[in-house]
């Protein structure tokens, strides 16, 4: 087990150095940092300065190592829209993207599994039908268009629930439903499939013909077993909630991760673009390596695997 | 074994008879008439848009912008005019254009790389496909909209060209995990050893004897991918990063109409009840491709 988690961190940690390669090599490319700083009336003397003022005259690789060197001790460069330093901005903004992500995945769950509960027991009916449909337009609506359209009813049209920044739980009620819609989907259509399962079982037909309650058959026998792989998909599920963040964060105002990103690559402020993406690079990879430990844990056969 | 019959075994499926193979299957199964009339609407709309369009999609027109005309209020703007004046119609016909446009050509260009990568790793196994499958896992797993703002940030911002990088750059390894897992099979097939032995060339065998029988499956991810892609196009566009401001693509006609909300709110829900609707149909329509053709992939 040891073993296995070892390789695991040893591999996330590669994988993040492959992807600060790409994005800062990749940056590079895309043009001179000191011409966005020059003015008309900069000289070219001038243009130099800034260029040794930057560290711009050494080449590429050995940026990269100082910025590497740089990043490990907490320095992750200037904000040069915002005249601050990267790392105080993302102290900021990366508790709120969190807070909206983990409200988003509750909101998920807490509809959606009941949801899907409620589909697998009146299998083929309206309802099941009904939920299905929901199932499928929670997967096909742009979250974007969601969020604008929830702004529309509930704050513009009958203005009951708060519709721009952070504050106070109100503040979460619209934004975290929106970021929730596309894995509430997943949730749903896992936990149907799940429950059918479980319920066409031995197990579940032998409680029935013991004769115990409806209730107690679907939820104490059947669900507990039915609930596994759709707890797991909690752990997949980061995924998509990284990417509503993003999309949710601009429309709400809300002040994130995912749009600091975003305002940093309109107004191409290298070092928070290249902070902000191995941030969210980061915080992807911690996730899924916990998650995968998490399963090691629980399933011994991916641990051997 | 008579040269004769060798030679049969020898002959790699062609091409054309996969292909009309494909055509009988989804002849025999149950259509799914409104989403394949969806589909077909929109693609009649990307290659008719001009023709279609009663105006032009940019054309501004600011006395009509300032009568607020609305849907249905107006028989010569049916879905009225936004805020500059433009006709709402023509530029959702135009939206079609670009969507289909973008996601077609990215999703292309992906299932090139993706398949032959797929190919290439799992026919030639090794350190190469250990290589290629470590990073399209990385790829697969990575939160799609995330990256395709990294590939954006690196190309330096908005663009058609560089959506379609940015998307191609997410959709290959869908293709390429797919495909290679179904060449591993086909390896171990008789006409494959037969040309092995026969002292046919590995990059020939690859394209002539492997590739045609993949060619269902490219097809059933390519539809499966339709929707997911106009929604990360949309998503793109609607952020800033992709379709250039301006343009009638349907995530900016979101974005746009979200600063008049409160009394022209339609000039959002319009756009983006098309996008739903779009990718909805093609979400289901990819679902019966697969279920009709291929139904081992159904679980993946």
Redesign the interface.
């Known amino acids: 087990m040891f073993r296995f988690i070892l390789i695991r961190i040893v591999q996330s940690i590669f994988t993040l150095l492959v992807l600060s390669v790409v994005v800062f090599f990749g940056a590079e490319m895309t043009g001179d940092q000191a011409l966005v700083l020059a003015t008309a009336d900069t000289t070219l003397e001038e243009l130099e300065a800034i260029r040794v003022n930057l560290g711009l005259d050494k080449p590429a690789y050995v940026r990269y190592g100082d910025y590497l060197w740089d990043a490990v001790r907490g320095d992750l460069g200037m904000s040069g829209s915002q005249r601050r330093s990267v790392s105080e901005m993302l102290i900021e903004r990366v508790p709120a993207t969190l807070q909206l992500a983990a409200a988003g995945l509750l909101v998920a769950m807490s509809i959606g599994i009941p949801l899907g509960i409620l589909a697998a027991v009146k299998y083929n009916t309206i309802f099941d039908k009904f939920a299905k449909a929901f199932a499928v337009i929670g997967m096909s609506a742009p979250q974007f268009w969601v969020a604008i359209m929830l702004i529309f009813l509930f704050g513009a049209k009958w203005g009951v629930l708060p519709t721009f920044g952070k504050g106070g739980i109100d503040h979460y009620v619209l934004p975290a439903f929106a970021i929730s819609l596309f894995i509430m989907a997943g949730f749903m259509r896992l936990t149907r499939s799940s429950m059918l399962e479980v319920l066409d079982s031995e197990f579940v037909k032998f409680a029935r013909i013991k004769g115990l309650s409806e209730r107690l058959v679907i939820y104490k026998h059947a669900l507990k077993n039915a609930i596994i792989p759709v707890l797991t998909f909690g752990g997949v599920s980061f995924a998509g909630l990284l990417n509503g963040a993003i999309v949710v964060e601009v429309v709400f105002a809300w002040p994130g991760l995912g749009r600091m990103m975003l305002d940093s690559i309109r107004q191409r402020d290298t070092d928070v673009i290249l902070a902000t993406i191995l941030v969210s690079g980061l915080l992807y990879i911690v996730m899924s390596t916990i998650v995968d430990i998490l399963y090691a844990y629980v399933d011994p056969r991916i641990r051997f695997g | 074994m008579s040269v004769n019959e060798a030679e049969n075994i020898l002959k790699p499926p062609s091409t054309i008879q996969n292909v009309l193979g494909f055509g009988k299957k989804l002849k025999a199964a149950h259509i799914p008439w409104i989403p394949t009339f969806i589909l077909v609407l929109l693609l009649f709309c990307a290659v008719f848009a001009p023709m279609l369009a009663p105006y032009d999609p940019k054309e501004a027109d600011v006395l009509k912008g300032v009568q607020r005309i609305g849907p249905f209020e107006s028989s010569e703007n049916l879905l009225g005019v936004d805020i500059l004046g433009r006709d709402l119609l023509s530029r959702l016909i135009h939206g079609a254009r670009i969507s289909a446009f973008i996601s077609l050509v990215s999703l292309g260009f992906g299932a090139v790389v993706g398949t032959s990568l797929g190919i290439i790793s799992g026919y030639i196994g090794g350190k190469t496909d250990a290589f290629i499958m470590r990073v399209s896992d ?1 790829v697969m ?6 990256l395709a ?2 590939i ?6 908005a663009g058609i060209q560089n959506v379609i990088i940015a998307i191609m750059a997410t959709v290959w390894a869908r293709f390429a995990r797919q495909i290679r897992g179904e060449v591993l099979g086909l390896k171990e097939r008789d006409f494959v050893t037969l040309a092995v032995v026969a002292g046919v060339p590995a990059h020939r065998i690859m394209i002539r004897h492997v590739f045609p029988n993949v060619i269902n499956t490219v097809l059933i991810i390519i539809s499966l991918l339709v ?1 997911q892609t106009i ?1 990360l196009e ?2 793109l566009s ?4 992709g379709v250039p401001p301006g343009e009638p693509a349907w ?1 900016i006609m ?2 746009e ?2 600063n008049n ?2 009394d022209l ?1 339609w000039l ?2 319009i756009p ?1 009840l098309a ?2 609707i779009v ?2 149909a093609m ?2 329509f990819g679902d019966w491709m697969r279920d009709t053709l291929d139904p081992k992939l159904r679980r993946s």
Do not use: M
Not at chain 2, 141 to 146: D, Q, S
Not at chain 2, 152 to 157: E, K, N, P
């Open positions: 990385g797993g990575f939160p799609t909209i995330l703002l990294i954006v940030a690196i190309q330096g911002g929707g929604l949309a998503s609607f952020l800033g990063v995530g979101v974005a109409g979200r909300l409160i709110w959002s829900l983006g996008i739903t990718v909805i979400n289901l």
